[in-house]
């Protein structure tokens, strides 16, 4: 049994609460069993106990035996001074604290229901896909949904913190850090560290400068990618190589290395030559990109506004210099999918959290719930488990439950788990 077992059934209250008493024969009535602290320090803080007629504010120490309290060097820590309840499953010794005076402790070896523990043990045994596949068709359908609403919330909170910061970076100017988020989700995973190189060395407003010429966008986008820094065959590449040169000097600019964009094992479609091509397109025809999403009423305008098609050029080019039948090569449906479910959505939903607009970050949640269910390896999964999406909303949690809660075992922190436990 772990710590965190004993911080779990101490914070649920999943324990014979009848006649407590401390190891001293004290009576201990608890009336908030405080807040959990998961930074350096006791393990609860701002706790309410009371102990015989006294009613005590402080900290809950948790461990498995009493003894560790000497283990950890609590006794010569200061901070320690204010625990007011020692709590363990098994009291070997008596505790003081830094100043002499003896803790208070509460054991717990037989206060705690058989069932729980031993359904704490299979779940943290074995090497299944989730740990409690074989219990989870037993929790209700409504605990299930409810704690995917509150994971797609985190998965947001968690998506908008590399936005914040950037933010902050940039004295919250929406439209650069939207122009920088959504050049990274134009590179798809496999090519979003060089989108972002190449965002971050082309400032939007230079961009904005030349949004009335595609060539000349084409030419800044290109060039800054370092994609044209060789001799050519095509007259097109030799006029954007002759345009960029005299854009680098005008603005001093650098390019980034070109060999860090990857081609390798990916459809031509989504090679990055094509979509720095539909990247200028897009900022092409649209001024303004992140007011036109905030504007969007629904999510056919905003799909709409990102079904770019592509330059004459590119119809018949996937790579520079290397003809192929004419195509359209526009951005499509998946694609702006994926944009909306990665980009947009987070930041419109931390838009709407930093302007105390509650009604923006519905309006993204409301976004997830009009796109169809992802399809991916960990949804094909949940699916055998019983789980069936009806839209990207529900798919967007179930990722969430999978890489944050089953892959680490947080089972004691998942109320699916936390049903199973109690079961």
């Given at each position: 049994?772990?710590?965190?077992?004993?911080?779990?059934?101490?914070?649920?209250?999943?324990?014979?609460?009848?006649?407590?008493?401390?190891?001293?024969?004290?009576?201990?009535?608890?009336?908030?069993?405080?807040?959990?602290?998961?930074?350096?320090?006791?393990?609860?803080?701002?706790?309410?106990?009371r102990?015989?007629?006294?009613?005590?504010?402080?900290?809950?120490?948790?461990?498995?035996?009493?003894?560790?309290?000497?283990?950890?060097?609590?006794?010569?820590?200061?901070?320690?001074?204010?625990?007011?309840?020692?709590?363990?499953?098994?009291?070997?010794?008596?505790?003081?604290?830094?100043?002499?005076?003896?803790?208070?402790?509460?054991e717990?070896?037989?206060r705690i229901?058989?069932?729980?523990?031993?359904n704490y043990?299979?779940?943290?045994?074995?090497?299944?896909?989730?740990?409690?596949?074989?219990q989870i068709?037993?929790?209700?359908?409504?605990?299930?949904?409810l704690?995917?609403?509150?994971?797609l919330?985190?998965?947001?909170?968690?998506?908008?913190?590399?936005?914040?910061?950037?933010?902050?970076?940039?004295?919250?100017?929406?439209?650069?850090?939207?122009?920088?988020?959504?050049?990274?989700?134009?590179?798809?995973?496999?090519?979003?560290?060089?989108?972002?190189?190449?965002?971050?060395?082309?400032?939007?407003?230079?961009?904005?400068?030349?949004r009335?010429?595609?060539?000349?966008?084409?030419?800044?986008?290109?060039?800054?990618?370092?994609?044209?820094?060789?001799?050519?065959?095509?007259?097109?590449?030799?006029?954007?190589?002759?345009?960029?040169?005299?854009?680098?000097k005008?603005?001093?600019?650098?390019?980034?290395?070109a060999?860090?964009?990857?081609f390798?094992?990916?459809?031509?479609?989504?090679?990055?030559?094509?979509?720095?091509?539909?990247?200028?397109?897009?900022?092409?025809?649209?001024?303004?990109?992140?007011?036109?999403?905030?504007?969007?009423?629904?999510?056919?305008?905003?799909?709409?506004?990102?079904?770019?098609?592509?330059?004459?050029?590119?119809?018949?080019h996937?790579?520079?210099d290397?003809?192929?039948?004419?195509?359209?090569?526009?951005?499509?449906?998946m694609?702006?999918?994926?944009?909306i479910?990665?980009?947009?959505?987070?930041?419109?939903?931390?838009?709407?959290k930093?302007?105390?607009?509650?009604?923006?970050?519905?309006?993204?949640?409301?976004?997830?719930?009009?796109?169809?269910?992802?399809?991916?390896?960990?949804?094909?999964?949940?699916?055998?488990?019983?789980?069936?999406?009806?839209?990207?909303?529900?798919?967007?949690?179930?990722?969430?439950?999978?890489?944050?809660?089953?892959?680490?075992?947080?089972?004691?922190?998942?109320?699916?788990?936390?049903?199973?436990?109690?079961?």
């Amino acid at each position: 049994m772990k710590e965190d077992f004993l911080h779990y059934i101490w914070r649920t209250r999943q324990f014979d609460h009848a006649n407590l008493k401390t190891s001293e024969g004290q009576s201990i009535s608890i009336i908030q069993t405080g807040i959990h602290n998961h930074d350096a320090g006791p393990d609860f803080s701002d706790a309410r106990i009371r102990i015989e007629d006294m009613l005590w504010a402080g900290n809950v120490e948790i461990h498995i035996k009493a003894s560790e309290w000497y283990q950890h060097q609590h006794h010569q820590d200061s901070a320690y001074n204010n625990v007011i309840l020692h709590v363990v499953l098994e009291d070997d010794k008596r505790v003081l604290r830094a100043n002499g005076r003896s803790v208070p402790c509460l054991e717990l070896k037989k206060r705690i229901p058989f069932r729980i523990i031993q359904n704490y043990r299979k779940l943290k045994s074995g090497n299944l896909w989730v740990p409690c596949q074989n219990q989870i068709s037993r929790v209700s359908s409504i605990s299930k949904n409810l704690w995917l609403d509150r994971l797609l919330v985190e998965r947001l909170e968690n998506k908008t913190r590399d936005m914040i910061t950037l933010l902050e970076k940039n004295n919250y100017d929406w439209e650069y850090s939207f122009y920088y988020f959504l050049a990274r989700g134009f590179g798809l995973k496999v090519n979003a560290e060089p989108f972002e190189q190449l965002a971050q060395s082309l400032p939007l407003n230079i961009l904005a400068r030349h949004r009335n010429s595609l060539f000349q966008l084409e030419a800044l986008l290109f060039g800054q990618a370092g994609m044209l820094e060789k001799t050519f065959v095509d007259e097109y590449p030799r006029r954007l190589r002759k345009e960029y040169g005299f854009l680098k000097k005008k603005y001093q600019l650098q390019s980034i290395n070109a060999g860090c964009w990857k081609f390798l094992r990916m459809r031509p479609a989504n090679f990055p030559s094509i979509r720095i091509a539909q990247f200028a397109m897009l900022i092409y025809q649209s001024n303004h990109l992140f007011s036109k999403t905030l504007a969007a009423k629904n999510i056919k305008e905003l799909e709409n506004m990102f079904e770019v098609k592509i330059s004459n050029y590119w119809q018949t080019h996937y790579l520079f210099d290397k003809p192929s039948i004419k195509r359209d090569k526009t951005l499509g449906k998946m694609s702006i999918d994926l944009l909306i479910i990665n980009i947009i959505v987070p930041f419109l939903f931390l838009y709407g959290k930093l302007k105390a607009n509650p009604m923006v970050q519905e309006a993204a949640l409301d976004l997830l719930d009009n796109i169809k269910p992802e399809r991916n390896a960990i949804i094909d999964q949940w699916k055998k488990l019983g789980f069936y999406p009806v839209s990207a909303y529900q798919t967007q949690a179930l990722i969430q439950l999978k890489n944050y809660y089953c892959d680490k075992k947080k089972c004691l922190s998942c109320s699916i788990g936390h049903e199973i436990l109690r079961a």
